[in-house]
């Protein structure tokens, strides 16, 4: 983590600066989610590793409102009854708010990361029902009213975690006082320093994402949604597709290749041809190019996802 921060900050320039001199767009980590560290101090954690059982952690964005928070809270815990799974502990994210600039103060969220079980379920229905239980609860929240500046995952799984905001690169190991903590190890960092084009900043939309990193716009973007749209019916092999949104409407914001991207990625871990949709191909530039929707690219690339 240590390589990871420095070479963070060595990427100030990808982003921008507010007035304030300050607050940046975003800037985060994508990591192993560090085990050691969270069973010291979660009696839940450490009792469900050692006895061999699953559990996953989400890092939730909260309304600074204690009344939505709270609302928040038993939203998640209710929707994730319905997944088939059980919240078990909450902790909150030690964090030095006072480093923020003016501009990233004044959005900054409640952060907390929330401890799930899945009773009784085999490792692949786990992560299957976790991500479904990220999926619902977004729309729970959004029919109870709590946009995204209100309640937020940031990630949610067994493996990962994503530390982001709105700060500066050298300032995310201070805010995040986890990321300098002896007892975080990981194995692998993704970092990233992203300008927020086509946006207003705000603290969900910091990169990096739940599973990848995007380094930006895509002139295409209208394009590729509505290819997306048309294959649509290819999701009907995945097991997933009835408990979810059409894919008609899972594209959010059609302003933001990075949402899209975002939102759409992870179904790859269930529908592994999604991967070769979310690769652009680049035929006018390279007429010998041969399209690996039909060829022996994409049954490579394939092999490479599973």
Request: aromatic content about 10%; hydrophobic content about 40%; glycine content about 8%.
């Amino acid at each position: 983590m240590k390589k990871a921060l420095n070479a963070l900050g060595c990427m100030e320039h990808r982003g921008a600066c507010s007035s304030d001199g300050i607050s940046g767009d975003g800037a985060g980590v994508l990591t192993d989610i560090p085990w050691s560290l969270l069973e010291d101090e979660i009696p839940e954690v450490k009792d469900a590793r050692s006895n061999g059982r699953a559990i996953a952690m989400g890092m939730v964005f909260f309304s600074k409102n204690e009344e939505e928070r709270a609302e928040g809270k038993e939203l998640a815990e209710e929707t994730a009854l319905i997944a088939g799974l059980k919240v078990v502990a909450w902790r909150e994210v030690p964090v030095d708010e006072s480093i923020l600039g003016e501009a990233s103060a004044a959005t900054v969220p409640f952060i907390e990361q929330m401890f799930v079980e899945g009773p009784g379920l085999d490792a692949a229905q786990f992560k299957r029902a976790s991500y479904i239980f990220r999926r619902q609860i977004r729309g729970a929240a959004d029919f109870k009213g709590l946009g995204p500046d209100s309640l937020y995952i940031c990630s949610l799984g067994e493996k990962t975690v994503t530390y982001k905001g709105m700060v500066n690169s050298y300032s995310l190991g201070t805010f995040y006082k986890d990321l300098v903590d002896p007892r975080f190890k990981c194995r692998f960092a993704i970092y990233h320093r992203r300008f927020s084009t086509n946006t207003t900043p705000k603290w969900p939309l910091a990169q990096p994402m739940r599973m990848l990193g995007h380094n930006g716009e895509i002139n295409t973007l209208l394009g590729n949604v509505n290819w997306m749209r048309a294959r649509s019916a290819a999701q009907d092999s995945c097991d997933i597709s009835q408990l979810l949104d059409s894919d008609n409407n899972v594209f959010q914001n059609v302003s933001r290749s990075q949402a899209c991207t975002m939102h759409h990625a992870p179904r790859t871990i269930f529908h592994a041809p999604y991967t070769t949709y979310l690769v652009p191909f680049p035929p006018s530039f390279l007429p010998s190019f041969i399209p690996y929707h039909t060829s022996a690219t994409r049954r490579s690339l394939m092999a490479w996802v599973r």
